[in-house]
T-cell receptor, first 116, second 111 residues
Framework: ETGVTQTPRHLVMGMTNKKSLKCEQH?????MYWYKQSAKKPLELMFV???????ENNSVPSRFSPECPNSSHLFLHLHTLQPEDSALYLC???????????????FGPGTRLTVL | RKEVEQDPGPFNVPEGATVAFNCTYS??????FFWYRQDCRKEPKLLMS???SGNEDGRFTAQLNRASQYISLLIRDSKLSDSATYLC????????????FGAGTRLAVHP
């Protein structure tokens, strides 16, 4: 495996279900990110992790719960979601948490989530 | 005002055409700038970083005007495979790598 992988690629769940999204990066990066992309809207940053520590929670509802057990893996635990949470959820990684060129973010293929 | 603004398009151009996309950003403290490309139902992929002096990669040229807070992307000799949505991306002025994405400009290249 190379780059950033995400599973599952598609997920349909009811509002009472609990599910988890998984992301794994094979790039040796130290920072990982969760984004949400809704139809016809820009990508929205949800969470940022640097060396397994969360450095940003971008006002995300508590029904989304991230977990970063190590610098290569990132999870997003979902429970009691709403239909408006249906979107493409993208994971990304970058070498470090700092800004600047040479620290570009690379994205996984995303999980397309539908909440019924 | 949106932090990053782009013309949504779509831009419909014939093969071989030259097309230019513009982007403006609101935070004058932004330091890093990128163009990403996103194909339909796929993830964004880095197309090129944008340097202060401007930079070119094959048929693609990116320019940055800090005074006007304006970024551009020029595509020469358009190919059918260039059809995609082009995302203008700007780093925030905060202490870490927070990227602000524009909504994207859609390009459709036709034969």
């Amino acid at each position: 495996e190379t780059g950033v992988t995400q599973t599952p690629r598609h997920l349909v769940m009811g509002m009472t279900n609990k599910k988890s999204l998984k992301c794994e990066q094979h790039l040796g990066h130290n920072a990982m990110y969760w984004y949400k992309q809704s139809a016809k809207k820009p990508l929205e940053l949800m969470f940022v992790y640097s060396l397994e520590e969360r450095v940003e929670n971008n006002s995300v509802p508590s029904r989304f719960s991230p977990e970063c057990p190590n610098s290569s893996h990132l999870f997003l635990h979902l429970h009691t979601l709403q239909p408006e949470d249906s979107a493409l959820y993208l994971c990304a990684s970058s070498q470090e948490i700092g800004r600047g060129l040479g620290n570009e973010q690379f994205f996984g293929p995303g999980t397309r989530l539908t909440v019924l | 005002r949106k932090e990053v603004e782009q013309d949504p398009g779509p831009f419909n151009v014939p093969e071989g055409a030259t097309v230019a996309f513009n982007c403006t950003y609101s935070n004058s403290a932004s330091q890093s700038f990128f163009w990403y490309r996103q194909d339909c139902r796929k993830e964004p992929k880095l197309l090129m970083s944008v340097y202060s002096s401007g930079n070119e990669d094959g048929r693609f040229t990116a320019q940055l005007n800090r005074a006007s807070q304006y970024i551009s992307l020029l595509i020469r000799d358009s190919k059918l495979s260039d059809s995609a949505t082009y995302l203008c991306v700007v780093s925030s002025s905060g202490g870490y790598n927070k990227l602000i994405f524009g909504a994207g400009t859609r390009l459709a290249v036709h034969p």
